[in-house]
């Protein structure tokens, strides 16, 4: 069965930090790229950052830029959002997703996606 699960979602306190992690179960990450997405109550869901299958592109939107970062560890069937200086409004559910099998120069973000995973809780609060 092909299955993606986020984990590392929780309570942290504006300015602190969390790594969510996405991996990979019936299939590996190798030749996918990998993107993370976070919807919110009451608001559409908002892509957050891709990484190409080799690891080498990775992309990010505006609004983390500089706070977030991506990593793909395939030796672990593994992605990995590093999320620092968390503020209020990064409180969301978080989601990864594939597309692929694909190799090759990733210049932005897949428009779709194949699978997904369940979801993982942020909450940035005081």
């Known amino acids: 069965q092909l299955q993606l699960v986020e984990s590392g979602g929780g309570l942290v306190q504006p300015g602190g930090s969390l790594r969510l992690s996405c991996a990979a179960s019936g299939f590996t990450l190798d030749y996918y790229d990998i993107g993370w997405f976070r919807q919110a109550p009451g608001k559409e869901r908002e892509g957050v950052s891709c990484?190409?299958?080799?690891?080498?592109?990775?992309h990010y939107a505006d609004s983390v830029k500089g706070r977030f970062t991506i990593s793909k560890d395939n030796a672990r069937n593994t992605v990995y959002l590093q999320m620092n200086s968390l503020k209020p409004e990064d409180t969301a559910v978080y989601y990864c997703?594939?597309?692929?099998?694909?190799?090759?120069?990733?210049?932005?973000?897949?428009?779709?996606?194949?699978?997904w995973g369940q979801g993982t809780q942020v909450t940035v609060s005081s």
């Open positions: 997703a594939a597309d692929g099998p694909r190799w090759g120069i990733l210049t932005r973000c897949p428009d779709e996606y194949d699978y």
């Open positions: 990484i190409s299958s080799s690891g080498r592109n990775t």
